[in-house]
């Protein structure tokens, strides 16, 4: 099973901080330690040695996606907050950024040496595994059935989904064209990581503005829709522009799919 994918379908600019930010970031911290479990593995010199390791790497994982939850939930909290904020006093996006720097929790990545394709080697490993599983189906958002229950939600469209996502994409590239015309000096002394997160603060604060729906909302609309939106083109297409553009924030532009 391909867990990115499945991520990156359940996030687009309108999904929780901490998913994206890890999708994103994966591709800009460069060369990371080796999977903890490959090591293990290459220095265990026995069956009874290799099974302990796994066991090991497994609660490991565990350890891990616990805390991408909590910080996940950290980070929402602070976009929420501060999107709000920025609809009631605007801010440019270094001024973001400080505030960001200010609040945000400790990566759990960078703690542990992991970068997305680490995480996800383990997360196929052990996908079989019910607490991971559980822990997976959190991070991607697994939705609230009073939530969608709820009549703003039902009067989503699948159509006002794609619809959401191409202004977002849109407002995301202006936001990114604004960003590289920041004086050289300026814009090298933000963290990409940081800036990925503040992006999401403007896009969602530009979006709410225009849509009087929150980037929540769109979030849960995604979520109920995914089977729909998983075989739709036009949002394929969308989702991998935002990607494109995520990348390009990153400075770490992807190829051309």
């Known amino acids: 099973m391909e867990w990115s994918k499945k991520l990156v379908l359940v996030g687009g600019v309108a999904a929780s901080a901490a998913v994206l930010l890890y999708l994103c970031k994966a591709r800009k911290d460069g ?15 026995s069956g009874h040695k290799r099974v302990q390791s796994e066991e090991a790497a497994k609660e490991q994982l ?9 910080a996940q939930e950290q980070m929402k909290t602070v976009i929420k907050d501060l999107t709000q904020e920025l609809q009631r006093t605007p801010s440019s996006l ?22 997305l394709m680490d995480l996800d080697k383990l997360l196929e490993k052990h996908q079989q595994d019910t607490e991971i599983r559980n822990s997976i189906a959190k991070i991607m958002g697994a939705p609230n059935p009073h939530n969608i229950a709820s009549e ?27 960003y ?26 530009r979006f709410e503005q225009e849509h009087q729906v929150s980037s929540e909302d769109v979030e849960t609309a995604v979520l109920m829709y995914h089977a729909n939106l998983a075989t739709d083109q036009t949002f394929a297409s969308v989702n991998i522009q935002i990607q494109h553009a995520m990348s390009r924030l990153m400075g770490t532009p992807m190829a051309p799919s």
């Open 31 to 45: 060369a990371a330690s080796e999977d903890a479990e490959i090591k293990d593995q290459q220095a265990s010199s």
């Open 62 to 70: 565990k350890d891990i996606l616990k805390e991408l939850i909590k």
């Open 94 to 115: 270094v001024e973001i950024c400080k505030k960001i720097e200010k609040v945000q929790p400790p990566d759990p990545m960078v703690k542990h040496g992991l970068q």
């Open 152 to 178: 703003k939600i039902q009067s989503i469209s699948v159509k006002d989904v794609i619809e959401y996502h191409k202004f977002m994409l849109q407002e995301l590239t202006t936001l990114i064209d604004e």
């Open 180 to 205: 590289e015309n920041l004086p050289p000096g300026e814009r090298q002394a933000l963290d990409p990581k940081t800036v990925t997160i503040a992006a999401q603060v403007v896009v969602g604060a």
